[in-house]
């Protein structure tokens, strides 16, 4: 099971981190993705890193506020949000998928979800 925390509240500007863990899983041996769904909204792509950690990807309009990381030791995959947005109020999904080239961007690339984590910026 995929467990993502670390969502909350926050001012706009600032920052949280997110984390995935897995119970019973090896994340080392999977693509690791984040996704995001606003109220009212699609599901939308955050970011993927490879499983080794190598290659990571994210949504244009995110690039250079989050940053995606992974420490396979301790099973662990990471979402650095800064500089946060009242825009960036979403729940929050973790997901994990087979490896690929490129890395998959789209949710269909991901077979295995997290319950989410609310992450709220106030203006």
């Known amino acids: 099971q995929l467990q993502a925390s670390g969502g909350g509240l926050v001012q706009a500007g600032g920052s949280l981190r997110l984390s995935c863990s897995a119970s019973?899983?090896?994340?080392?041996?999977?693509?690791m993705g984040w996704f995001r769904q606003a109220p009212g909204k699609e599901r939308e792509f955050v970011a993927t890193i490879s499983r080794s950690g190598s290659s990571a990807s994210y949504a244009g309009s995110l690039k250079g506020r989050f940053t995606i990381s992974r420490d396979n030791a301790k099973n662990t995959v990471y979402l650095q949000m800064n500089s946060l947005k009242p825009e960036d109020t979403a729940v929050y999904f973790c997901a994990s998928g087979p490896s690929r080239w490129p890395v998959a961007r789209e949710a269909w690339g991901y077979d295995y979800w997290g319950q989410g984590t609310l992450v709220t910026v106030s203006s």
């Open positions: 019973g899983r090896t994340l080392s041996i999977y693509d």
